[in-house]
């Protein structure tokens, strides 16, 4: 058999066994499929290392249609990987004799960086600033309240159920989360206030525009769509001034981690909130708490405080309008050098700073 779309047809069946999302066995299909396209006429079973090498630097040059730029690292590093699956697949099937894509090296330069996590400040910004006016308002309100308390996915607030959600006792059931698995949640008083908001409001108008009325969070056809949870956040992201730090909708999940063990949760709680099945994934989230243990410990400890001082916007003030006054002392000494007198420049109207280090 040498029919390409079979070997993929197979392979996505092979991943939906395995209990993968659908999410991933559609991204599993785009990116097989992209490659198959780009071998054109090319033998599956005759593919070689250097034909896996030359699809890498076709990635790296490749234009994406949807952001009209290059691939990012990271994307181009889980398409490879991907790739690396489809052949080990081919391999288990007997479909080809030898793997091209055995030892391969996934990784891509570039791709392993951190993702920008909302601040405690920024958080509590992003969402006051959604106004619940509306019942778009209260349902966007409520969700991304809820994604912050509880650590969900975007894909897990968006199929969340009304059965699901426990009001009197603030607690949730995520249903088939990462890995199929279901696991129970609790939710802030914050949380349940702007539910209940929806749920006594915006929701009961929602509910004449659709006939699929068993999710949470209505969109114009059955549950929100990821494309109108997208547009959404983007708006009140620009609505704050945050377009340009990088936040993206699972920053809200990751700031949810984040602030649990900054604030002294343990590890394995927050591993279980998050539904991490390996704690190395949980630890990926200790490193801001590095960070801020690293600013209190220059800020408190005696060997440390004495020559240490916090850089904040006053002390940024300070030193700007010290620099501006040595700038004026300059000018002044070198105009009365040529004219004898320094009455042009007249005197000193800034404040003067003493004692900045």
Known sequence: MNNPQLYLLGYLEYQQGRGLSEMTVKRSEYLVRRFLNWLADTDIRSVERRHIAEYREYLQTRISRFTKKRLKPASIQMEMSTLKVFFEYLLCCDYILANPAEGMSVKQAGAQTLRAVFSEEDIVLFLDNIEVTTCWGQRDRALFELMYSSGLRVGEARHLE?????????????????????????????????????????????????????YLFLGRKGNISYGQLSKAFKKYLKNCGFQNKGYTIHSIRHATGTH??????????????????????????????????KRIYRTYHPRENEYYREVDAEYKSDIQNLITHCEWAKKKVDFRRKHGHSRGIGRWKGKTVKNVK
């Open 260 to 293: 649990l063990l900054v604030n002294g949760a343990s590890i394995r709680y927050v591993q279980e909130l998050l539904g991490h099945e390996d704690l190395k994934t949980t630890q990926l989230y200790t490193r801001p708490t590095i960070e801020n243990i």
């Open 162 to 214: 009304c059965e699901s959600v426990n009001l009197e006792e603030r607690i949730l059931l995520v249903k088939a989360g990462k890995g199929k698995k279901d696991r129970y949640v609790p939710f802030s008083q914050t949380a349940l206030w702007f539910l209940l908001l929806y749920l006594g409001s915006g929701r009961k108008r929602q509910e004449n525009r659709t006939t699929e009325k068993r």
